[in-house]
């Protein structure tokens, strides 16, 4: 696997993440080397934490998947 092929993993990711409203993509970083794929950043609920792995493991050609997201809930002002 190379540089194109985690290029696409990234992509699609990102936009099955988008698609779904699961995070705010401005927020979480998607990041893949020879298919293993980390998210990191944040997002303000558990379910979209679970959700966003849930969303990389279903991707094709991604081997493994460490969720690194934070849950932060941001504070209504």
């Keep these: 696997m190379g540089n194109k092929e985690d290029a696409k993993i990234d992509l699609q990711i990102t936009n099955?993440?988008?698609?779904?409203?699961?995070?705010n993509p401005c927020k979480v970083m998607v990041s893949t080397n020879k298919g293993e794929v980390t998210l990191s950043g944040?997002?303000?609920h558990p379910h979209?934490?679970?959700?966003?792995?849930?969303?990389?493991?279903?991707i094709t050609g991604v081997r493994r998947v460490s969720n690194q997201l934070v849950v932060k809930v941001e504070k209504r002002q």
């Design 16 to 23: 099955k993440l988008a698609g779904r409203g699961i995070t």
């Design 42 to 44: 944040t997002v303000q």
């Design 48 to 58: 979209q934490r679970k959700a966003a792995e849930q969303a990389a493991t279903g």
